[in-house]
């Protein structure tokens, strides 16, 4: 209620950032009011003052005196009473070097990634560790998976939601103006040893039709179905909303980037062929597919046509929930040294109807319009046999497909937003040196 009868217009930071500002417009007077927020007991900004409400000018003259007052506080007025338990330092050692996570070492350790340090420490005091071994799987064993489980709380957030994560199933109860929606975060994981230890070689043509239409349908496959038979819907808190399985694919390094055309496939059980008329047009022919076979292992296709399936409203993807997105959402709160930059490439949507293939990008993050958001590249795939159907609405930020009942897919989205990206890092480096480089043709990066 809060977003739909304000909107935040500026922010503010007193006494590098031990203070927060922000400046609030009433939708329907359109007068101003100044917020401040502090750190509470657990180290969290809550609000610990508001200001009256005029005009801008006003509003922000009494914002910064009485965010100056805030600061000269003592850090017990900032405490709230409701607090429970220590606060949530994701990067105090929970087990011996030896155990840590080789990614997790990078993070904490690496200069580059300072401002994903720096955005993860503040925003995730709020994170709520329902298992209680979030911190201890994040250091260790469960690192890209925590990470995921971190940018899916940002991400909702962002889309103005109440999260609820008293209990640890499922992973998070979501509370929105289109009803209550149930996730289950699922990450792919790399193979250990088995069937599928050799994946094919994507560098070949066929090679990378195999990788998308066999072994990558059987590895979102595995994740996903392992999360079926463990029936969230009958869960007490689940019974009656929309029930959502929300995926990234972690099972080779970067193998994000490309892993993606995999997961329709197996979702909707179609792949899809395409070719050029001579007057241009684009012309795509779905193919009804009924099983993924790698080597000896061998699945039916088709996740939305299993038993129970119809349980599961939607599967929300993302290859962007990575330690790279945090730093770059890390450069933009301003957590950024001044000699590390940020470079970003990858791939976009084609506007163009006919086209079949995607274009190039460049980006710098540090550049001042550069502009980013948690929600950029969510994807959700409805289920056409859903018991209870997502509400696009819910989702409005995210980019939307159907299986129609000829085969093809109708996708509907806001924004072109990347398809795939890399992150190069540049460290002792300023932003006009990597800009310069950057106009003389693509850098090369960490």
């Given at each position: 209620?809060?977003?739909?009868?304000?909107?935040?217009?500026?922010?503010?930071?007193?006494g590098?950032?031990?203070?927060?500002?922000?400046?609030?417009?009433?939708r329907?007077?359109?007068?101003?009011?100044?917020?401040?927020?502090?750190?509470?007991?657990?180290?969290?900004?809550?609000?610990?003052?508001?200001?009256?409400?005029?005009?801008?000018?006003?509003?922000?003259?009494?914002?910064?005196?009485?965010?100056?007052?805030?600061?000269?506080?003592?850090?017990?007025?900032h405490?709230?009473?409701?607090?429970?338990?220590?606060?949530?330092?994701?990067?105090?050692?929970?087990r011996?070097?030896?155990?840590?996570?080789?990614?997790?070492?990078?993070?904490?350790?690496?200069?580059?990634?300072?401002?994903?340090?720096?955005?993860?420490?503040?925003?995730?005091?709020?994170?709520?560790?329902?298992?209680?071994?979030?911190?201890?799987?994040?250091?260790t064993?469960?690192?890209?998976?925590?990470?995921?489980?971190?940018?899916?709380?940002?991400?909702?957030?962002?889309?103005?939601?109440?999260?609820?994560?008293?209990?640890?199933?499922?992973?998070?109860?979501?509370?929105?103006?289109?009803?209550?929606?149930?996730?289950?975060?699922?990450?792919?994981a790399?193979?250990?040893?088995?069937?599928?230890?050799?994946?094919?070689?994507?560098?070949?043509?066929?090679?990378?039709?195999?990788?998308?239409?066999?072994?990558?349908?059987?590895?979102?496959?595995?994740?996903?179905?392992?999360?079926?038979?463990?029936?969230?819907?009958?869960?007490?808190?689940?019974?009656?909303?929309?029930?959502?399985?929300?995926?990234?694919?972690?099972?080779?390094?970067?193998?994000?980037?490309?892993?993606?055309?995999?997961?329709?496939?197996?979702?909707?059980?179609?792949?899809?062929?395409?070719?050029h008329?001579?007057?241009?047009?684009?012309?795509?022919?779905?193919?009804?597919?009924?099983?993924?076979?790698?080597?000896?292992?061998?699945?039916?296709?088709?996740?939305?046509?299993?038993?129970?399936?119809?349980?599961?409203?939607?599967?929300?993807?993302?290859?962007?929930?990575?330690?790279?997105?945090?730093?770059?959402?890390?450069?933009l709160?301003?957590?950024?040294?001044?000699?590390?930059?940020?470079?970003?490439?990858?791939?976009?949507?084609?506007?163009?109807?006919?086209?079949?293939?995607?274009?190039?990008?460049?980006?710098?993050?540090?550049?001042?319009?550069?502009?980013?958001?948690?929600?950029?590249?969510?994807?959700?795939?409805?289920?056409?046999?859903?018991?209870?159907?997502?509400?696009?609405?819910?989702?409005?930020?995210?980019?939307?497909?159907?299986?129609?009942?000829?085969?093809?897919v109708?996708?509907?989205?806001?924004?072109l937003?990347?398809?795939?990206?890399?992150?190069?890092?540049?460290?002792?480096?300023?932003?006009?040196?990597?800009?310069?480089?950057?106009a003389?043709?693509?850098?090369?990066?960490?």
């Amino acid at each position: 209620m809060a977003r739909i009868a304000g909107e935040e217009v500026a922010y503010f930071e007193h006494g590098e950032g031990s203070i927060l500002g922000m400046i609030l417009m009433d939708r329907q007077d359109r007068d101003f009011a100044g917020l401040v927020f502090a750190p509470d007991r657990r180290k969290r900004y809550r609000s610990a003052d508001m200001t009256s409400f005029g005009p801008r000018r006003q509003a922000e003259l009494a914002l910064r005196q009485a965010m100056e007052a805030a600061y000269h506080a003592p850090a017990e007025a900032h405490h709230q009473g409701d607090e429970t338990g220590d606060p949530i330092d994701f990067f105090a050692l929970k087990r011996p070097e030896k155990a840590l996570n080789p990614y997790f070492v990078t993070l904490a350790d690496q200069p580059g990634y300072v401002p994903a340090r720096r955005i993860i420490e503040p925003m995730m005091r709020w994170y709520d560790d329902a298992d209680g071994n979030f911190i201890e799987q994040f250091q260790t064993t469960g690192f890209d998976q925590r990470i995921w489980e971190l940018y899916l709380f940002a991400a909702f957030v962002e889309m103005g939601y109440l999260l609820d994560r008293r209990d640890p199933i499922p992973d998070y109860m979501l509370q929105g103006p289109f009803g209550d929606i149930a996730v289950e975060a699922v990450t792919v994981a790399p193979s250990q040893g088995g069937k599928l230890a050799d994946p094919p070689d994507i560098e070949t043509d066929v090679g990378r039709r195999d990788y998308l239409q066999e072994y990558m349908p059987i590895k979102f496959g595995s994740a996903l179905y392992s999360k079926l038979r463990k029936r969230y819907w009958d869960q007490p808190a689940v019974v009656g909303k929309a029930l959502v399985f929300a995926i990234e694919d972690f099972s080779s390094a970067g193998s994000m980037i490309v892993s993606r055309q995999g997961l329709p496939i197996y979702l909707f059980g179609y792949t899809w062929d395409w070719r050029h008329e001579d007057d241009g047009r684009l012309i795509i022919t779905p193919r009804k597919l009924s099983e993924h076979r790698w080597g000896e292992k061998v699945i039916p296709s088709g996740f939305f046509e299993q038993p129970d399936s119809e349980n599961v409203s939607a599967v929300l993807f993302s290859n962007s929930g990575t330690i790279a997105k945090f730093n770059r959402m890390g450069v933009l709160a301003g957590f950024c040294p001044p000699d590390v930059v940020l470079v970003r490439q990858g791939l976009r949507p084609n506007p163009d109807s006919n086209a079949s293939q995607a274009i190039p990008f460049q980006a710098l993050v540090n550049a001042d319009d550069y502009e980013e958001f948690w929600c950029e590249g969510l994807e959700v795939f409805h289920n056409p046999n859903a018991k209870i159907p997502l509400d696009p609405r819910a989702l409005p930020d995210a980019t939307h497909h159907y299986l129609k009942p000829d085969g093809q897919v109708l996708s509907e989205s806001m924004d072109l937003d990347p398809i795939s990206s890399k992150t190069l890092i540049f460290t002792g480096a300023d932003t006009q040196a990597v800009a310069s480089m950057m106009a003389r043709g693509r850098p090369q990066g960490q």
